[in-house]
T-cell receptor
Framework: DQQVKQNSPSLSVQEGRISILNCDYT??????FLWYKKYPAEGPTFLIS?????DKNEDGRFTVFLNKSAKHLSLHIVPSQPGDSAVYFC?????????????FGKGTLLTVNP | DADVTQTPRNRITKTGKRIMLECSQT?????MYWYRQDPGLGLRLIYY???????NKGEISDGYSVSRQAQAKFSLSLESAIPNQTALYFC??????????????FGPGTRLLVL
C-alpha cells in the first residue's frame, strides 16, 4: 500500500513558466513533508520542507503548499529554469512515531524546455 | 568536498559473491541510513543506525547486513548477492539532535549490478 503517491511520472514545462508538482498521502499521522531533487548519477538533494502546522513554506523560487484536509501537497517552482530539470521526490514522516523513517513517493521527472 | 561519500560508485558482481558498500560522512551527524532505489520506485529503507551501538532493520533488510564502524562510517554488505539486488544504493545522514522533525542528507549513490 503506497502511503505517498506522486501520480504524475513526468511533467514538461516551458522555461519561465510555473512548474507544479503534486503529492498525495494516505497516512494521517504524517506531519513533516520534504521535497528532494535528484539529478542523474547523483544522490537526492534536499530542497524544501514543511511541517503540518503550516500550510505554506517558501524558499526563493520554491514554494510548498500543504492541504491537510485533502492530504495533498504541492511544490511550485516559479519561474522554472532548465537547470530545474530533474526527478523530484516527495517524502513524509511521522514525528510522533519513528522520526527516522521517511516514506518516499516514486518521483516525478520534470523537464524544463528552453 | 562532499559531506556524504560512498564507495564504490559503480560495482558489477556475480551471483553468490559477498560485497560491501561503504559510506562516510563529515557532517558530524549521529544518524545514518541505507536506502535502495529501483527503477520507477521511490527509495526504500534497508537499515538505519542512530549511533555506533544502535543498528535497526528497515523495511527491506533481508539479504543485507550493516556495520557502524564509527560515527562517520556505515557499511552495507550483501552476504550472497542475487540479481534482484541490482539497484541504486544511497547512504543518508541526519543530525540526531533530538529535533523531532529531521532532514536527511544523501550521498551520491552506488550503482550495483548483480549478474
Amino acid at each position: 500500500d503506497q502511503q505517498v503517491k506522486q501520480n504524475s511520472p513526468s511533467l514538461s514545462v516551458q522555461e519561465g513558466r510555473i512548474s507544479i508538482l503534486n503529492c498525495d498521502y494516505t497516512n494521517s499521522m504524517f506531519d513533516y513533508f520534504l521535497w528532494y531533487k535528484k539529478y542523474p548519477a547523483e544522490g537526492p538533494t534536499f530542497l524544501i520542507s514543511i511541517s503540518s502546522i503550516k500550510d505554506k513554506n517558501e524558499d526563493g523560487r520554491f514554494t510548498v503548499f500543504l492541504n491537510k484536509s485533502a492530504k495533498h501537497l504541492s511544490l511550485h517552482i516559479v519561474p522554472s529554469q532548465p537547470g530545474d530539470s530533474a526527478v523530484y521526490f516527495c517524502a513524509a514522516s511521522n514525528s510522533g512515531g519513528s522520526n527516522y523513517k521517511l516514506t518516499f513517493g516514486k518521483g516525478t521527472l520534470l523537464t524544463v524546455n528552453p | 568536498d562532499a559531506d556524504v561519500t560512498q564507495t564504490p560508485r559503480n560495482r558489477i558482481t556475480k551471483t553468490g559473491k559477498r560485497i560491501m558498500l561503504e559510506c562516510s560522512q563529515t557532517k558530524g551527524h549521529d544518524r545514518m541510513y541505507w536506502y535502495r532505489q529501483d527503477p520507477g520506485l521511490g527509495l526504500r529503507l534497508i537499515y538505519y543506525s542512530f549511533d555506533v551501538k544502535d543498528i535497526n532493520k528497515g523495511e527491506i533488510s533481508d539479504g543485507y547486513s550493516v556495520s557502524r564502524q564509527a560515527q562517520a562510517k556505515f557499511s552495507l554488505s550483501l552476504e550472497s548477492a542475487i540479481p534482484n539486488q541490482t539497484a541504486l544504493y544511497f547512504c543518508a545522514t541526519s543530525e540526531g539532535s533530538g529535533m523531532y522533525q529531521e532532514t536527511q542528507y544523501f550521498g551520491p549513490g552506488t550503482r550495483l549490478l548483480v549478474l
